[in-house]
């Protein structure tokens, strides 16, 4: 069937957008001219003129003509060959049927913002009213309605309802068959064109094509995807393209509304987008030549045809929906790597938006949903490093700044016009301070620009597209433009942010992968703005710590080095010392929360970073205390003892040596550094504090050494730490006021620390002397003992001596000798009848067996041990002087049979040299022992336990001591002392009546 003559007019109006929306408008920034790169781009890469080689004819776009350079007839008698043999329709490189789709000395569609128009916005906004006129006389675009600038296609003469009823026919036909060459293909296409050119006042065309849509679909799937898409040697595609096209400007839409068409649309982007480049098509041309056709010019002329497709979808979308569209399909390629993938990408974007500027007819409900993620991404291919994609994106933001205007004046209502016009006028005085061109270069002042037009959910989209841009493997704008776009918009916006904490999950994703160091520290001065705001501060946080611990080098980055202004400091870190807190108010049998870890190691970080250095001198006190407390709590904890969130640690592996112990020592140590403390550090160092600290059973010593150290050496930082333990004594698990309680009272040696009031010292004393738990009763006579050198403070002291007296009862050594102290100190105060109760009390110890007890009741009465008994060197040395204390005891001393006894419980000692010594003093006592004395002491037992010791007839005695095992001792000095022993010893036994001394 011969291909039916369509005439020029379906022709014309598939080209009449591209006229309308692809030439150059004159710039009105700073009153010269800017020709358009992007234009030009378009004209030389991509328009649908022919570039033939040699002496063809060249076209001059500038004035849109034809300038003819005759050199011969033969290629002009070739190609009129080729077109004859193609037909009428087909003839893409006729001079007559070339279509100039651009004419750039015709400014009428500009979308320039004229700012000579924009004087009036000076003035108060909230006394002027914003219509859709002043929308117009800012960008300077014509108000010629959609109806009249498309009123020429459906003014051609009616087709007879034959010509009608064969186009059908003819499409009808190729439904129930198939398209084998490229003529039956072309006659396909041109037929479907034809026939839509009638849509508008013939019914049968009207409802055929309804009825045939989904066959329709399917054939225009199946032409595409017979089309290779590695090279270009037919003009089916650009047939498709204008296919397509006119069925649009009928309202008759191939690539919307259901999966099929979603693909169709998904498939005819990718056969163009992804040709190879044009050197690339010309190079095959060479190798395959593809007859009568130009590669070069085919090129052009089907991607002409593409973008003009593109713009039939805008130009009667009231809603945008179909920009939304067209957005997700061109989104991917407008994120390339390739670069002239990403540059057709680009430059179509531009068409469609220059298109759209200028016959943008909106109505409610607006179902554009991604705006924010459509100016970041076009703002970032204004800094592409490919000059042509990033001259076509700058042509394209022009577009889509008049574009947004509109939007945003359709969206609001007179209430919220103020704040339009606000924006407006912001928008006005940036763009006076910059040429166009200088404006579309610099990607941070779009963002100021468009900060005002975009509600909150843009602005989110706006960002996460941008932390998207910063991987150079996944976009190819340089990561700079990337991060002076996010710090720029953050900087102007960052209070109107609703979704801050995915944001905190891309940037930590992205952290890694960014090594310029201007962009890391772009990033982390995001961070840093957001977590500087009260609002967002807690959410930040809360992310952080939501990260491995201990911190990868990236994260530990960005805790050492957040740039905030000084009075933000201390509330970031008390917010983050509070998040540690909380936890110590959990019971102390579950698991300790992952928080508390993650705090800790944070701060470490901050420490080491010295950024926060004014906040943490002025934190120290709460600081300091909060991370002892924390080390009480992380003791004898693996990170099994930790309630880590599911999946944080997935695929890795933790080391055994990371505990919550080790985080809070290290973070401790850090602060005392940071603060200047270096010889509390040096102190607790040097007497093995921090070792005391990690102990179980000694962590309260390594607490209380800290203390004295910080008392020692600082004690302005000592005050204010013992002022902000009186409030938090009362506060938290026995953990946490164990720990404030060791401190608190090693700082009552402070002077100051009779001001306090007796609430906070000596009645919270009282209080501690009956806790259930011996160590605060160790601590409240410790405090007492310290307090009762003022004066002042003694007769309330004094008052506690019941509870004193009674404590002399408890079997804890270190409680009964802190009571004696205390007891020592008043006994010069005492009435007859308490000093009574206090000596009854006193003689009930002598016969315990913690030791020292003795010598402090010697002390306390006044007991001196006698020269003769004084010997400066180990008896075994000297048996001389030994001698000479054995004979005082054996003279002066009566009961000694219970002297021996307590001696001979000593050679159980696992001290060498206290057996040794215990074992020579029984030999030499009994040389002044008899047995006589031993019956009349009515001690039996004891008699028979002495004698056993050679005969072995009473065991019991041999139990304490068996003086022929020792002498298998290893030690020889014990094995002789023991055999001298054992001698006396049965010499007593052999003499038992004689009162006699046994000679040396």
Not at 292 to 302: A, P
Not at 783 to 798: A, N, P, S, T, V
């Amino acid at each position: 069937m011969p291909l039916p003559y369509r005439g020029r007019g379906s022709r014309l109006a598939s080209s009449r957008v591209a006229s309308t929306s692809v030439h150059s408008p004159r710039r009105a920034g700073r009153g010269a001219p800017w020709s358009s790169h992007a234009l030009r781009l378009t004209r030389r890469r991509h328009s649908s003129e022919q570039v033939p080689p040699g002496p063809e004819p060249q076209a001059d776009f500038r004035s849109g003509k034809w300038l003819q350079e005759h050199a011969g007839g033969d290629a002009r008698d070739s190609q009129q060959t080729a077109r004859a043999a193609m037909g009428s329709r087909h003839r893409i490189c006729s001079q007559e049927e070339v279509v100039i789709p651009c004419d750039p000395d015709n400014d009428s569609g500009s979308v320039d913002l004229q700012l000579s128009n924009l004087e009036d916005i000076k003035k108060d906004p909230s006394s002027l009213e914003l219509t859709d006129s002043d929308i117009f006389d800012i960008t300077g675009l014509s108000q010629e309605s959609f109806i009249d600038s498309f009123r020429h296609l459906t003014q051609q003469g009616p087709v007879s309802e034959a010509n009608v009823e064969r186009l059908i026919q003819s499409i009808q036909e190729v439904f129930n068959g198939e398209l084998q060459s490229e003529f039956e293909k072309l006659t396909f296409l041109r037929s479907l064109s034809s026939l839509s050119q009638t849509l508008p006042y013939d019914e049968t065309t009207e409802s055929f094509i309804h009825s045939h849509i989904t066959d329709i679909v399917h054939v225009l799937n199946m032409l595409i995807e017979e089309e290779p898409l590695h090279s270009l040697f037919s003009s089916v595609r650009q047939e498709v393209f204008i296919t397509i096209a006119n069925l649009s400007y009928q309202d008759i839409h191939l690539l919307f509304g259901s999966e099929d068409r979603a693909d169709l649309f998904s498939l005819i982007t990718k056969s163009i987008i992804t040709l190879p480049s044009v050197e690339t098509l010309i190079q095959l041309q060479e190798i395959m030549p593809s007859g009568s056709y130009n590669t070069e010019c085919l090129y052009r002329q089907t991607f002409q045809a593409f973008s003009e497709m593109l713009q039939s979808l805008v130009v009667k979308d009231p809603h945008l929906e179909n920009l939304d569209t067209i957005f997700k399909q061109m989104d991917p390629w407008l994120q390339s790597t390739k670069d002239h993938e990403r540059e057709r990408a680009t430059a179509s974007m531009a068409q469609v938006l220059k298109c759209l500027s200028r016959h943008l007819s909106l109505k409610l409900p607006l179902r554009f949903q991604r705006l924010g993620h459509f100016v970041a991404l076009m703002a970032l291919l204004c800094g592409d490093s490919v000059t042509e994609v990033a001259e076509e994106a700058a042509e394209g933001m022009h577009c889509l700044l008049h574009v947004t205007l509109r939007l945003k004046c359709t969206i609001y209502d007179k209430k919220n016009h103020p704040n339009l016009r606000r924006a407006m006028k912001k928008c006005q005085e940036l763009l006076e301070l910059y040429s166009i061109k200088q404006f579309y270069s610099c990607p941070f002042k779009i963002a100021q620009i468009f900060e005002a037009f975009l509600n909150s959910n843009e602005l989110f989209q706006f960002v996460m597209t941008t932390l998207d841009g910063l991987e150079n493997l996944k976009h190819p704008c340089t990561q700079k433009s990337a991060g002076e776009l996010l710090i720029t918009m953050v900087k102007n916006a960052e209070s109107r942010f609703e979704k801050v904490p995915e944001i905190m999950g891309v940037i930590c994703a992205r952290l890694s992968i960014i090594s310029q160091p201007r962009v890391r520290r772009q990033i982390i001065n995001t961070v840093s703005l957001f977590i500087s705001r009260p609002k967002y501060t807690d959410i930040v946080i809360g992310h952080l710590l939501c990260h491995p611990v201990p911190y990868d080098r990236h994260l530990a980055e960005l805790w050492r080095t957040l740039e905030v202004e000084l009075p933000s400091t201390t509330w970031i870190l008390w917010r983050l010392l509070r998040k540690l807190q909380k936890c110590h108010n959990e019971p102390t049998h579950e698991k300790m929360a992952y928080v508390a870890v993650a705090a800790t190691d944070a701060l470490y970080e901050v420490f080491v970073g010295n950024r926060l250095q004014a906040a943490t001198f002025r934190l120290f006190p709460q600081l300091l205390m909060t991370l002892l407390i924390q080390i009480h709590h992380s003791i004898g904890l693996t990170m099994s003892d930790v309630a880590v969130p599911s999946g944080l640690y997935t695929g890795q592996e933790m080391s055994s040596e990371v505990t919550p112990l080790c985080f809070a020592i290290q973070a401790t140590k850090s602060l005392l550094l940071r603060t200047l403390c270096w010889q509390e550090f040096n102190i607790m160092e040097k007497n093995k504090g921090w070792t005391l600290l990690e102990g179980k059973e000694c962590h309260l010593q390594g607490v209380s050494l800290l203390a004295n150290a910080l008392l020692e050496r600082n004690h302005l930082l000592a005050q204010k730490v013992m002022y902000l333990l009186v409030p938090l004594l009362n506060r938290g698990n026995d953990k946490h006021k164990l720990t404030s309680a060791g401190f608190f009272v090693e700082l009552l040696q402070s002077p100051v620390a009779r001001r306090l009031p007796s609430i906070y010292s000596i009645v919270r004393l009282k209080d501690w002397l009956h806790h259930g738990n011996r160590v605060f009763k160790f601590l409240a006579l410790r405090g007492l003992r310290y307090l009762i050198k003022h004066q002042d403070m003694r007769e309330d002291i004094r008052s506690l001596l019941p509870c004193i007296l009674d404590l002399l009862c408890e079997t804890d050594e270190k409680i009964v000798l802190l009571a004696i102290q205390i007891l020592l100190q008043l006994v010069g105060t005492m009435d007859f009848t308490t000093l009574t109760a206090m000596m009854k009390t006193l003689f009930t110890l002598f016969g315990d067996e913690s030791r020292q007890v003795l010598t402090i009741c010697a002390q306390f009465l006044k007991w001196k041990l006698p020269q003769e008994v004084y010997c400066k060197d180990p008896w075994y040395i000297s048996p001389s002087e030994a001698g000479t204390v054995c004979k005082f005891f054996g003279k002066k001393c009566q009961g000694k049979v219970n002297l021996l006894a307590q001696t001979l419980m000593f050679s159980k000692n696992a001290k060498l040299p206290i057996r040794r010594a215990a074992v020579l003093f029984v030999g030499l006592l009994l040389k002044y022992v008899d047995c006589s004395e031993l019956r009349t002491k009515g001690t039996d037992w004891i008699e028979n336990e002495i004698i056993s010791i050679d005969l072995h007839l009473q065991p019991g005695f041999c139990g304490h001591l068996d003086l022929k095992a020792l002498l298998h001792d290893p030690e020889p000095s014990l094995c002789i002392i023991a055999s001298q022993a054992l001698f006396r010893v049965q010499k007593v036994g052999a003499e038992p009546d004689s009162r006699q001394s046994i000679p040396g």
